[in-house]
């Protein structure tokens, strides 16, 4: 068994950390001022030219097909690099990406939606949840009715990411209320925000907040349909698996950081005369962070494995997303014990880490649905205990 890196996953892993530490972590004294002042900690123009640096360096479209001129890389490789950029908590990621589902588009969408995306010219979002259905996303009601060459879309979605700022939103919508959402009564559309859908911001605890999404007698083409009809909710929960193993691979890079701050300041933080590190109290408390860490980063490379070698995905990444959202919930709490009254201010990052790192356990499935799935597997025997080596 080998658990080691292979020379090209080293290459790219080195090259993204020295991105990051470069050209990102410099700007977080600016960002953390500017979000203090209830400003975007990186505005869409700086984002951009960030992204075109990365180019220069290599990195554009870490999943987009080599035909997009992307990178396609394997999911082990993105998951390397998602962890470098949990390092810096600048609100950044690589250019050159689109939803993974935007590349079911038909040759005039991927004019008018795909590659404008790609290119950073066109900003999209993803929308299921509604105010009645969130870990419950089969109860959605946001209606579209057939009318003509169009559809006419009523409802309202929620929590959505990016809703604020999007010039389009990729919208799951009831298309045959006699049929099951899951089988084949909704679909996925393509509607412009000229075609006059409302975003109204959500006050979150977290920086950059979602927004709920209103949807009055918006008429969108039939051509507008994403995939097929009646294909929505395979396409929203092919959405929301993408994020199972990226969300994860995220958190070990704020772990890892936030530690790092730990170990340090116990080595120089003096009480009693010595460093608070020559405590046990303190010891445990990193002894027990690097274990879970660890633990966390097995469990992540390991789904993005499954993915890689055309294993059903879908357990390792459930299992990846409860541990690992778990674990930097409770390292970067841990972080803050050790920094003690520093750890509170807004002179250092932790706290926004600490509002940051909580909602890990609440999106793209809830820590409970994630037990939901596991659970479910073992008892129903679609898995075995003892994984891929059984
Ligand atoms: C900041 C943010 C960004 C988001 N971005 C997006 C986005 O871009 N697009 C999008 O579509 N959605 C997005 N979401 C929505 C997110 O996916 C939902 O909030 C999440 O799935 C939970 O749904 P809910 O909030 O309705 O909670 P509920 O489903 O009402 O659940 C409430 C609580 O009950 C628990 N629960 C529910 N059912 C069960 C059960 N059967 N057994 C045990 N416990 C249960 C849940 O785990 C949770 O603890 C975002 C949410 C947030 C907060």
């Known amino acids: 068994m080998d658990f080691s890196l292979g020379d090209e996953e080293r290459a790219i892993r080195d090259t993204a950390r020295a991105f990051i530490r470069n050209e990102v972590m410099p700007l977080e004294s600016e960002v953390l001022r500017r979000e203090r002042a209830h400003q975007p900690g990186l505005r869409r123009d700086e984002l951009r030219e960030l992204q075109r640096k990365a180019k220069a360096f290599g990195f554009w479209g870490l999943d987009t097909p080599e035909d997009y001129g992307g990178m396609a890389l394997p999911a082990v490789t993105q998951s390397l690099i998602w962890t470098e950029i949990g390092r810096s908590f600048v609100p950044f990621r690589f250019g050159g990406e689109a939803d993974s589902i935007l590349f ?18 066109r900003i999209s979002c993803f929308a299921i949840t509604e105010p009645g259905a969130g870990s419950d996303v089969a109860n959605i009601r946001l209606r579209a009715r057939r009318d003509g060459d169009d559809w006419v879309l009523n409802g309202e979605k929620t929590f959505i990411t990016n809703g604020n700022d999007a010039d389009f939103a ?75 193993y990226i969300i994860p691979s995220h958190a070990l890079g ?48 390991r789904a993005a494995w499954t993915v890689d070698t ?16 778990g ?12 920094h003690g009254g520093m750890g509170y201010t807004r002179e250092l990052p932790i706290e926004r880490w600490y509002r940051q790192v909580r909602l890990l356990r609440i999106f793209e499935g809830t820590d409970e649905m994630q037990r939901l799935i596991i659970s479910r597997d073992l008892l129903r025997g679609y898995t075995k205990l003892g994984g891929h080596l059984e």
């Open 170 to 244: 990729i919208v799951v919508a009831v298309t045959d209320p006699d049929r099951r959402v899951h089988d084949g009564g909704a679909t996925a559309f393509l509607v412009d925000r000229a075609m006059g859908w409302k975003s109204e911001p959500i006050q979150t605890m977290g920086e950059g907040g979602p927004a709920s999404l209103v949807f009055d007698d918006v008429r969108v083409p039939h051509r507008n349909i994403l995939g097929e009809l009646g294909q929505g909710f395979t396409l929203g929960m092919r959405w929301i698996g993408k994020g199972r």
């Open 104 to 121: 079911e588009a038909d040759a005039a969408q991927r004019e008018e939606f795909l590659i404008p995306t790609i290119e950073g010219d």
């Open 254 to 301: 704020i772990a890892e950081r936030a530690l790092g701050m730990a170990i340090e300041y116990a080595n120089t933080r003096q009480t009693f005369g010595k460093p608070i590190g020559a405590n046990q109290a303190i010891q445990w408390m990193i002894a027990d962070s690097e274990t879970e860490l660890e633990a966390a980063r097995w469990l992540v490379l």
């Open 310 to 325: 055309g294993r059903d995905p879908r357990h390792a990444s459930s299992m990846a997303k409860l541990y690992g959202a």
């Open 327 to 338: 674990m930097v919930n409770r390292v970067v709490d841990r972080v803050m014990q050790i």
